[in-house]
């Protein structure tokens, strides 16, 4: 995916299915880019649970938590690791 400027305006090239849309090789404007990254928006929190000492990713999809996406670990620092690959941030 790489952005071009084409008559003055931004186009982001590549497919969209590499911004979560219909995978499809066409050019898309910076705004449908920007709607298409916005509605996917993925945050983690890393939550210790009191009953099995596990640690918990839970996983929220434009600020809805989805359950079937949490990931468990007893090891803290996998936890840290895999809500930052999961959020994208590594």
């Given amino acids: 995916m790489k ?6 305006r931004v186009y ?7 911004l979560g849309a219909v995978a499809s090789k066409e050019q898309i404007s910076i ?17 210790k649970s009191p009953d099995t000492d ?9 600020g809805k938590h989805n359950p079937d996406e949490d990931y468990y670990t ?3 620092e996998d936890a840290i690791i895999t809500s930052r690959k999961i959020e994208g941030k590594i």
């Fill in 74 to 76: 007893d090891d803290k």
């Fill in 54 to 62: 596990e640690y918990i990713v839970k996983v929220y999809r434009n």
């Fill in 12 to 18: 982001i090239v590549g497919k969209k299915s590499e």
């Fill in 31 to 47: 705004d449908e880019a920007m709607e298409v990254l916005a509605s996917n928006r993925v945050e983690t929190r890393v939550v």
């Fill in 3 to 8: 952005m071009v400027n084409k008559n003055g």
